[in-house]
């Protein structure tokens, strides 16, 4: 490995692993294409192109490397990997949380360290001022991730309460957010029971819990408008739950659609192989027919010329038939 490189799992554990097509796919691309584009630095640490530069280090192919400017500390460059991994596409809204998240403490110590200083300022910061103000660290992290608060608290839920088999499948969008969370709530002993069976198990899992909520918050008549604001409740986490799904279906697509693209790119490429290797076959041809018109010369001209021998040897028989009689 390049010494002047440094990988910190520090950094590389912020970046969503890929999975194993993923890899095969980066890995072929690297091959044939090289590394187009540089890996990011900060000092002598990799911030981002780790896979890249696994793969370019074990086969030997070139490639650079450009500097982050600006980034001051440690926090700065953790924040500038999330930031940089969230401005991609096709990361699950559970991913693009979990990201967010794993800044949260980073976040914080930037909200407590505004705080500090708007006290030394004087306690109240102007509502006009320059000065920094208190960060509401939740907020930020759902900022960050571009999702609501509430999404992102799921999420955290999710990561502490659930069993493995259903954060992975909220990790990889096959249930929603809110399907998770439902699950969530459910013994851990239950939850892995649900998952063993299936996605269709989590998501009708998922169900049951909404109608025991709803169930649970019923009313008596006499306080109606809770009973209204429970079912609209419901129905705004049915309404979400459904958006989640369309989002992940409309990730699906995009990596589906992407690959479409880099297979009609590799068509192309071997539509021009093949227009490549007909012309070569044109132009073999073509010198073929030449050496034949060539061959089929010298054949003629050889016959030409064992008529000659033919004549000659005609000749000399006939002379000396004349010069045996002329003795006799």
Same mark, same amino acid.
């Given at each position: 490995?390049? &010494?002047?490189?440094?990988?910190? %799992? +520090?950094?590389?554990?912020?970046?969503?692993?890929?999975?194993?097509?993923?890899?095969?796919?980066?890995?072929?691309?690297?091959?044939?294409?090289?590394?187009?584009?540089?890996?990011?630095?900060?000092?002598?640490?990799?911030?981002?192109?780790?896979?890249?530069?696994?793969?370019?280090?074990?086969?030997?192919?070139?490639?650079?490397?450009?500097?982050?400017?600006?980034?001051?500390? *440690?926090?700065?460059?953790?924040?500038?990997?999330?930031?940089?991994?969230?401005?991609?596409?096709? *990361?699950?809204?559970?991913?693009?949380?979990?990201?967010?998240?794993?800044?949260?403490?980073?976040? =914080?110590?930037?909200?407590? =360290?505004?705080?500090?200083?708007?006290?030394? @300022?004087?306690?109240?910061?102007?509502?006009?001022?320059?000065? &920094?103000?208190?960060?509401?660290?939740?907020?930020?992290?759902?900022?960050?991730?571009?999702?609501?608060?509430?999404?992102?608290?799921?999420? /955290? @839920?999710?990561?502490?309460?659930?069993? %493995?088999?259903?954060?992975? =499948?909220?990790?990889?969008? +096959?249930?929603?957010?809110?399907?998770?969370?439902?699950?969530?709530?459910? %013994?851990?002993?239950?939850?892995?029971?649900?998952?063993?069976?299936?996605?269709?198990?989590?998501?009708?899992?998922?169900?049951?819990?909404?109608?025991?909520?709803?169930?649970?918050? =019923? @009313? %008596?008549?006499?306080?109606?408008?809770?009973?209204?604001?429970?079912?609209?409740?419901?129905?705004?986490?049915?309404? +979400?739950?459904?958006?989640?799904?369309?989002?992940?279906?409309?990730?699906?697509?995009?990596?589906?659609? /992407?690959?479409?693209?880099?297979?009609?790119?590799?068509?192309? @490429?071997?539509?021009?192989?093949?227009?490549?290797?007909?012309?070569?076959?044109?132009?073999?041809?073509?010198?073929?027919?030449?050496?034949?018109? +060539?061959?089929?010369? *010298?054949?003629?001209?050889?016959?030409?010329?064992?008529?000659?021998?033919?004549?000659?040897?005609?000749?000399?028989?006939?002379?000396?038939?004349?010069?045996?009689?002329?003795?006799?």
């Amino acid at each position: 490995m390049n &010494p002047s490189i440094h990988v910190e %799992p +520090e950094f590389r554990d912020l970046i969503p692993p890929l999975t194993a097509d993923e890899y095969s796919q980066l890995e072929q691309n690297l091959l044939r294409d090289g590394c187009r584009d540089p890996l990011s630095m900060w000092h002598e640490i990799l911030l981002d192109g780790h896979n890249r530069y696994e793969i370019c280090s074990r086969h030997g192919i070139p490639f650079q490397t450009k500097q982050i400017d600006g980034l001051e500390t *440690l926090e700065d460059a953790v924040l500038w990997v999330v930031r940089n991994q969230l401005g991609r596409r096709n *990361l699950t809204d559970f991913v693009r949380a979990e990201l967010a998240l794993k800044s949260k403490d980073i976040l =914080a110590t930037v909200a407590l =360290a505004n705080y500090e200083a708007s006290l030394i @300022k004087g306690g109240t910061v102007p509502q006009n001022s320059a000065a &920094p103000v208190k960060v509401e660290t939740r907020e930020e992290v759902a900022k960050l991730a571009g999702l609501s608060h509430d999404t992102v608290r799921k999420v /955290e @839920k999710i990561k502490q309460e659930a069993a %493995p088999a259903v954060v992975e =499948a909220a990790r990889n969008g +096959e249930v929603s957010i809110n399907a998770a969370a439902k699950v969530a709530a459910l %013994p851990v002993d239950q939850q892995k029971a649900i998952a063993s069976a299936g996605l269709q198990a989590i998501k009708q899992a998922a169900a049951d819990q909404r109608a025991v909520s709803r169930a649970a918050s =019923a @009313k %008596p008549s006499a306080n109606e408008p809770a009973a209204d604001i429970s079912v609209i409740n419901d129905r705004l986490g049915a309404l +979400e739950e459904q958006l989640g799904e369309s989002l992940s279906q409309i990730s699906a697509l995009r990596a589906e659609n /992407e690959s479409l693209q880099r297979i009609v790119s590799a068509d192309d @490429k071997v539509a021009a192989a093949l227009t490549e290797i007909q012309a070569a076959r044109d132009d073999a041809s073509q010198a073929i027919a030449q050496k034949e018109a +060539e061959i089929a010369s *010298l054949r003629e001209r050889l016959a030409g010329l064992m008529n000659e021998k033919n004549e000659a040897v005609r000749m000399v028989k006939a002379l000396q038939r004349k010069q045996g009689r002329a003795v006799a």
